[in-house]
């Protein structure tokens, strides 16, 4: 059993936990691990350079997630974590108040910076990372999306100057909390990339595509955009299936909403489906190419988006979505699984 999962940070790495409990349940190797091989190809696209190192936010939260590390209440960054150092740094006056690194992660972008400044990439460095978290032992095989640096920027109105302003992606959504209207967003450095090794035969190669509920714009859809992933994905011979972000016209966590808003996206459902696309020669194109799912799971909240996209020709159902725990996580993936006959 070969499962690729396309996934951002919070959402997505919650969803693979889950997703390596059924799989430790229905395809058990005798030794509490799975037998079945899970490649998650992470959103590199939120990364960025801070206090000279190297952060890769996503790839971060899914490592410590399925490594068991991660800060549950917030859903990233590291379990009994510390911050002196950037305490130390603001009282230098250097760094920035609104985006603090802990001690214990400063230590992962240290390392990385490291490696990636003696020549690894960041498909090598990322796999010295996931060593420590023993993320192989489980079944896992982490990638970026690209080995080239990608950085979503989003174009905001300048009040001051009367035009446009650019701001990192992070800033738009740690700092202000999306609350500045977005004009568009632009991912610098996305047109010259290319997929990170094992990304497209990731896709080809697979039992199973899943779409987790990651943020639709500017997780998901970032890694699709980079050069080649998205037309290999529609023309795989693997089935594709999603879980929907939105629950009853909202996101389930961060501010997706505001980042579909921006793209002239109705956050719901069923909207966010056909965003997305439906794959084959009667399906329907996404809003940014050819489409890419073949069925979408909805909450129970949503059943009317899974009626509506049925009666379009989608394969759709509704369940409940939401991830209290690994339990209902693994029912959840479960769901999505038997979508699509897997």
């Known amino acids: 059993m070969r499962i690729t999962v396309l996934s951002g940070g919070v959402g997505g790495a919650r969803f693979t936990r889950g997703l390596l409990a059924l799989l430790r349940d229905r395809h058990p190797d005798g030794h509490g691990g799975t037998t079945a091989e899970v490649t998650?190809?992470?959103n590199s696209g939120d990364d960025m350079w801070l206090h000279g190192v190297r952060v890769c936010p996503d790839l971060d939260t899914l490592m410590y997630t399925l490594g068991g590390a991660v800060h549950e209440e917030q859903g990233w960054g590291r379990r009994d974590e510390t911050s002196r150092v950037s305490a130390d740094l603001a009282a230098y006056d250097v760094g920035w108040d609104w985006f603090t690194l802990g001690d214990l992660d400063l230590a992962t972008h240290l390392a990385r910076t490291q490696w990636l400044r003696e020549g690894l990439t960041l498909t090598e460095a990322t796999e010295r990372l996931a060593r420590r978290w023993d993320l192989a032992g489980q079944g896992v095989r982490l990638l970026p999306m690209s080995d080239q640096p990608v950085e979503t920027h989003v174009v905001v109105a300048d009040a001051e100057g009367g035009g446009e302003r650019l701001i990192h992606f992070?800033?738009?959504w740690v700092r202000h909390r999306a609350a500045l209207p977005a004009l568009r967003f632009e991912q610098v450095g996305l047109a010259a990339s290319t997929p990170a090794p094992g990304v497209l035969d990731a896709l080809t190669s697979a039992d199973v595509v899943v779409l987790p509920p990651s943020n639709p714009v500017v997780s998901v859809s970032t890694i699709l955009a980079v050069p080649g992933v998205r037309e290999t994905l529609a023309a795989s011979p693997a089935p594709v299936?999603?879980?929907s972000p939105?629950?009853?016209?909202?996101?389930?966590r961060g501010m997706a909403a505001q980042c579909l808003a921006t793209v002239g996206v109705d956050a719901t459902a069923?909207?966010?489906?056909r965003y997305l696309g439906r794959r084959g020669p009667d399906g329907t194109p996404g809003l940014d190419g050819p489409g890419v799912l073949d069925a979408w799971l909805v909450d129970d909240?949503?059943?009317?988006a899974a009626a509506a996209l049925r009666a379009d020709g989608w394969r759709a159902s509704a369940a409940p979505t939401l991830m209290h725990d690994v339990p209902t996580t693994a029912r959840?993936?479960?769901?999505?699984l038997a979508l699509v006959g897997a």
Not at 246 to 252: D, F, K, P, S
Not at 301 to 304: E, R, S
Not at 332 to 336: D, F, G, S
């Open 246 to 252: 939105i629950v009853g016209g909202a996101a389930v």
């Open 332 to 336: 959840i993936a479960a769901a999505a």
């Open 241 to 243: 299936v999603g879980v």
């Open 40 to 42: 998650v190809v992470a």
């Open 170 to 172: 992070e800033e738009w």
């Open 301 to 304: 909240v949503d059943t009317d």
């Open 270 to 273: 069923e909207a966010v489906a």
